[in-house]
C-alpha cells in the first residue's frame, strides 16, 4: 500500500506538471499559428456574428435615464490627433472641415458640421462598453448614419461602410468598418455632441461614429471621411479595422 | 469478469469487482469540459488583466469606485477587496514572468492564455471555446432530461434532501467514511447537491452572464441585464463564479484523492470502477498499510 500511495501521489505530480508545462506553451503555440488563428479560433467570433444577426437585425441598444450617466467619461485611444490639418480645422473650429463620403456610392458628396446638424436629429444615453471590460454611460447628439447614406446612395454592391479617421497609431491613420446592419440600424449616429455639448477633442470632435451594438473601438472618433465598399480586402490590412489588422481583435465586435 | 451498468440493480454485483459506471458520452463529455473549463479560466483572466477593477451597475471605469482590484504600487502588487488591502507581489498585481522580466499585470504569466499580455489572443480563445462549453452543456442537459439520468442520479428524493440526512452525510464527509459496495455507485446527497449546484447553477449563470456583457446581447435580450443589475454587475458575478467552479474543483479533485484515485481516474477514462469493499477486515488492512 505504501508503495502504491507514493507511486499514486508521484501520478498526480507528474500528471500536474505535464499538463502546465504541456498547456501553456501549447496554448502560445497555438496562439502564433496563423493557420490556428483562422480556422479555430476566429470561429466563435463567426458563430457569434451569424447567431447575433439572426437573434433580430433591429433590436435597440438600451437606453438609459440621465440620472444613471457616469459621473465621469473617461477618454482612450487617441485623444488629440497630431495631423497639422486637424490641428488647423481645430483652431478654427471646424469651420471649413468636410466631411466626405465617397466610395460605391451614386451621388458622393461633402457634408459641413452645419450640414449635418441641420438634418434630422437623434439624442441617446447609452452605454459604452470597451473591449478592456469598464462601462461609461453618455448621452450622445447626432445624425443618423442611415440618413447621410440615403443622401448619397449606395450601389447594390455595396457591403460596408469604412470610417477614415484623423488620428494615428504610429503613422497609421485609425480606421473602422460595420456592415449595412449596423450602418442603417437606427441608433447608429455620427455624434456631434456630448453630454448636451459639443463633442469634446479627447471623445472625436468633431465628429465619431457611434454604433451601439459594438465595443468601444468599433466607435471612430475623428471622423474625415466615410467609404463605402464592396469587400474589406483593399481596406488597410484587408480585416476591416486598424486593431483588426494590427492586433488581431474582432472584426465583430458584437460580444 | 461480470460488468454491469449503474441502472440494472437487480444484477448482483460482484464484491470488489469492476463494473460498468460511466458511458462513452459522459467520458468524452468529462474530458472535454476539464480541458474547456480550464481554458475558460486562464483566458478569462487574460481579459481580467486588462481592466483589473470589478464594479456593481450598469457602469464602471478608472474614476468609478471598484470593489475588487489588483495593482500595483511602490514596487509592491496587491490585492484590494472592499477595504482590504493584501499584499500580493510575486503572484498578483507584480511578478516575474519566465524571463525573469518585472511584470505589472494582475494575474501572472502561469495562469493566463496566452502566457504573454494579449487581450485579443484570451478573447478569441476565451468566446471560441465559450461555444464548446454552452453548446456542451446544454447537449448534456437535454441529454440527461430525456434518458432521465438527472431523475434518476442527480435529484435528491425526499429522504435525501431531509436535514437529518444531509447532517448525517456530512459527518460522514467529515470522517472520510465513503460509501462502500453498491452504495459507492449512487451519488450521495453532498455529491448530488454539487453536481446540481455546478450543473444548474454555477455553470448557467456563468453563461448568463457572459452574454450580458455583450453589447449586441443586451439589445437583442435586455432582461439579461434586468436580472443580473447592470454589464459591471454581470462582470463581476462572472468573475465570481470563475471562482466558485475552481471551488468546486478543488474539492472535486480532493474527494477523487481522497475515494481513490486510480480507481476514480480509471472509471473515467475505460468507464469501469472497482467497487469499494464493505469487508470490515479488508478496511482494517488498508489502515495498516
Known amino acids: ?28 503555440r497555438l496562439s502564433r499559428s496563423p493557420t490556428f488563428r483562422e480556422v479555430v479560433l476566429s470561429s466563435g467570433e463567426k458563430l457569434a456574428y451569424r447567431v447575433q444577426r ?13 440620472e444613471d450617466m457616469s459621473p465621469s467619461f473617461r477618454t482612450n485611444g487617441n485623444t488629440m490627433p497630431a495631423a497639422a490639418e486637424y490641428r488647423r480645422h481645430l483652431e478654427t473650429n471646424f469651420a471649413d472641415w468636410r466631411l466626405d463620403v465617397g466610395g460605391a456610392v451614386k ?7 452645419a450640414d449635418m446638424k441641420a438634418m434630422p436629429a437623434r439624442s441617446q444615453i447609452t ?30 454592391d455595396a457591403r460596408f461602410i469604412v470610417f477614415h479617421c484623423a488620428d494615428d497609431f504610429r503613422g497609421t491613420n485609425y480606421y473602422e468598418s460595420i456592415d449595412l446592419v449596423d450602418a442603417f440600424h437606427p441608433q ?3 455624434a456631434y455632441g456630448m453630454n448636451d455639448g459639443e463633442l469634446p477633442v479627447g471623445h472625436g470632435a468633431p465628429v465619431r461614429l457611434r454604433v451601439e451594438r459594438q465595443l468601444g473601438y468599433k466607435q471612430a472618433k475623428f471622423v474625415m471621411r466615410i467609404e463605402a465598399v464592396e469587400s474589406l480586402s483593399a481596406v488597410g490590412g484587408g480585416k476591416g479595422g486598424y486593431w483588426e489588422d494590427s492586433n488581431g481583435y474582432e472584426w465583430y465586435a458584437g460580444i | 469478469m461480470t460488468m454491469t451498468t449503474i441502472d440494472n440493480t437487480d444484477v448482483s454485483l460482484p464484491e470488489g469487482g469492476l463494473v460498468y459506471r460511466h458511458r462513452l458520452s459522459t467520458r468524452i463529455w468529462h474530458w472535454i469540459n476539464a480541458l474547456t473549463l480550464l481554458i475558460m479560466l486562464m483566458s478569462g483572466l487574460m481579459i481580467f488583466n486588462a481592466h483589473p477593477r470589478l464594479y456593481w451597475g450598469d457602469y464602471g471605469a478608472n474614476a468609478d469606485p471598484a470593489w475588487l482590484e489588483i495593482g500595483s504600487g511602490g514596487g509592491e502588487g496587491y490585492l484590494r477587496i472592499g477595504s482590504l488591502t493584501v499584499e500580493t507581489t510575486g503572484v498578483l498585481g507584480l511578478w516575474h514572468d519566465g524571463n525573469g522580466t ?21 478573447r478569441l480563445w476565451h468566446l471560441t471555446f465559450a461555444w464548446v462549453f454552452a453548446l456542451g452543456i446544454v447537449a448534456y442537459g437535454v ?16 429522504t435525501e434532501i431531509h436535514p437529518s440526512h444531509i447532517w448525517d452525510d456530512v459527518k460522514k464527509h467529515a470522517r472520510l467514511d465513503f460509501p462502500k459496495g453498491e452504495a459507492a455507485l449512487n451519488y450521495n446527497i453532498l455529491q448530488k447537491l454539487a453536481y446540481l449546484g455546478v450543473l444548474g447553477v454555477l455553470i448557467p449563470v456563468a453563461i448568463l452572464t457572459g ?7 443586451n439589445a437583442s435580450w435586455p432582461w439579461l441585464l434586468d436580472i443580473f443589475g447592470g454589464r459591471q454587475s454581470a462582470r463581476s458575478i462572472h468573475f465570481i463564479v470563475a471562482w466558485l467552479l475552481v471551488g468546486f474543483f478543488l474539492v472535486h479533485i480532493a474527494m477523487v484523492v481522497l475515494a481513490g484515485p486510480l480507481n476514480e481516474i480509471r472509471s473515467m477514462i475505460t468507464g469501469r470502477y472497482r467497487l469499494p469493499p464493505e469487508n470490515a477486515e479488508v478496511k482494517a488492512e488498508e489502515k495498516d498499510a
Open chain 1, 1 to 28: 500500500m505504501t508503495k502504491d500511495t507514493i507511486s499514486r501521489r508521484r501520478l498526480l505530480k507528474i500528471a500536474g506538471v505535464t499538463g502546465s508545462a504541456l498547456l501553456l506553451p501549447g496554448c502560445d
Open chain 1, 54 to 66: 439572426l437573434l433580430g437585425v433591429n433590436p435597440l441598444a438600451r437606453e438609459y435615464e440621465p
Open chain 1, 107 to 113: 451621388k458622393p458628396a461633402s457634408f459641413s458640421l
Open chain 1, 127 to 156: 452605454r459604452h462598453d470597451c473591449v478592456e471590460g469598464w462601462s461609461a454611460i453618455g448621452k450622445w447628439t447626432g445624425v443618423p448614419l442611415g440618413a447621410i447614406l440615403d443622401r448619397v446612395e449606395l450601389e447594390p
Open chain 1, 188 to 190: 447608429t449616429i455620427l
Open chain 2, 102 to 122: 518585472l511584470r505589472s499585470r494582475a494575474f501572472p504569466g502561469w495562469a493566463t492564455i496566452p502566457s504573454y499580455y494579449s487581450l485579443s489572443m484570451g
Open chain 2, 143 to 158: 441529454w440527461s432530461w430525456l434518458n432521465r439520468h438527472i431523475e434518476r442520479d442527480l435529484l435528491p428524493s425526499k
Open chain 2, 211 to 217: 452574454l450580458t456583457m455583450s453589447p449586441a446581447m
